[in-house]
């Protein structure tokens, strides 16, 4: 499980993926939801999307999924 923190602190990891290459995760949890932006180093592209923060790994796989998507329609 993800250690996360409430409020303006954040957990940020950079991370490597086979199609986008270096990408910014953040986590940031607000109650019972997190949110999760994604930040493509090479564009400046970010996204984010929120979710229950009991399942911070399926959040952030609809975030790089929706990086994903908005970056093929550049």
Not at 7 to 23: C, S
Not at 30 to 43: D, L
């Amino acid at each position: 499980m993800v250690a996360l923190q409430r409020g303006p602190a954040a957990g940020r990891r950079l991370m490597q993926d086979a199609e986008l290459g270096e990408v910014i995760i953040e986590l940031v949890r607000n109650g019972t939801y997190v949110k999760c932006s994604a930040i493509h180093t090479a564009t400046g592209v970010e996204v984010s999307a929120m979710g229950p923060a009991l399942e911070p790994r399926a959040v952030e796989r609809v975030a790089i999924a929706k990086l994903k998507r908005a970056l093929s329609q550049r």
